[in-house]
């Protein structure tokens, strides 16, 4: 019998609960974690590291809880982390490469699929002021002039990061004649479609009319975007975020758009979930579009979650990489462990 420890959260509860009931019925043991406080990163007390991990096989946590190293050297048995949606941010990724743990993400079409297409809406909705033009009717406004509305067709979008999503999103937007350049320094030119072309940073901030972030939240990534690359950008351009709130300096975008300098916004996500009352940014209005990390939350998303966790979860326990590995390349260094594990 295997033991599973599935941590509680706020947004995937109700999925993470399903699959706790499947993995139960299948014979393991599953333990549950305490529940957490929306908003707040939930740190494990060491205290609870004998009950939670000493015994564990599979650590199955989310963006909400946070899986160190201490958390990880505390699970001896340990085989694998997994993930139920695509970030792993909350595991310390070098302490499970060091250690040889296979982590396993909710990486499937439906989900990254779904964040692509909700970004086209964000960036369709920026260039044509839709909150703007839908409040001219509830208001019983005059329509402005000159007006507003700008067509993509022959815009440039600037994409930070070209991994799954990115590379979805690009797909979608074939068809709308936009100039599209990417910046990843972990993709060659070669892997961009014909319809790409990969620049630095600099060249994407100063050329893009929208720049979309799409990249991991890590050490190298945290807050990249701040205020010398949000002045960096066109005068008039649109930001969009649907990756990790915490690669943006929030700050730096509020006064940027207060002052006109960005022409709008559209965040998904920002650094403490659900965005505090408190933040600069719920004061602005025009062409800016605030969403609580939900806009790609599709029901095709969560029917799928519960099987793929599971599946994930199996896999590992079979000495099988996951259907979804976030870290391919420690695989030689996994299966070296899962030996030791077995001689043990």
Excluded at 27 to 43: E, L, N, P
Excluded at 131 to 157: H, V, Y
Excluded at 248 to 260: F, L, N, S
């Amino acid at each position: 019998m295997s033991q599973i420890f599935i941590a509680q959260d706020t947004a995937t509860g109700k999925e993470l609960t399903e699959a706790a009931e499947q993995l139960a019925a299948a014979g393991h043991r599953v333990i549950r974690g305490q529940q957490v406080t929306a908003g707040v990163k939930q740190v494990f007390p060491p205290a609870s590291y004998p009950e939670y991990f000493s015994d564990t096989d599979v650590i199955v946590v989310t963006s909400r809880n946070v899986c160190s190293r201490e958390v990880i050297l505390a699970a001896p048995r340990l085989r694998g982390i997994v993930t139920p949606t695509i970030g792993v941010d909350a595991v310390d990724l070098d302490a499970a490469n060091e250690l040889g743990i296979i982590i396993g993400h909710g990486a499937m079409p439906e989900n990254f699929i779904s964040v692509a297409e909700a970004t086209v809406l964000l960036f369709a909705s920026l260039f044509y002021h839709l909150k703007s033009a839908e409040s001219l009717l509830r208001n019983n406004t005059p329509r402005p002039w000159p007006r507003q509305a700008r067509m993509m067709q022959g815009k440039t979008i600037g994409l930070i990061g070209f991994g799954r999503i990115a590379r979805a999103l690009a797909d979608r937007l074939q068809g709308w004649g936009v100039n599209l350049q990417v910046f990843d320094p972990y993709v060659k030119a070669s892997d961009l479609p014909s319809f790409a072309k990969l620049v630095d940073l600099q060249t994407l901030l100063r050329t893009s009319d929208l720049v979309s972030l799409h990249v991991t939240l890590n050490k190298e990534t945290y807050r990249m975007i701040g205020e010398a690359e949000i002045r960096a950008m066109k005068p008039g351009a649109f930001l969009v975020n649907t990756s990790r709130g915490g690669i943006v300096d929030e700050d730096a975008v509020y006064r940027a758009r207060r002052d006109g300098h960005l022409g709008g916004v559209a965040l998904d996500v920002s650094e403490k979930e659900p965005l505090p009352a408190e933040s600069p940014l719920r004061e602005l209005t025009d062409n800016v579009i605030l969403t609580p990390h939900f806009l790609s939350h599709t029901c095709e998303t969560h029917e799928v979650m519960p099987a793929t966790l599971v599946a994930n979860i199996e896999r590992v326990l079979a000495g099988e990489p996951p259907l979804y590995t976030q870290n391919p390349k420690t695989i030689p260094k996994w299966r070296d462990r899962l030996a030791k594990l077995a001689a043990s």
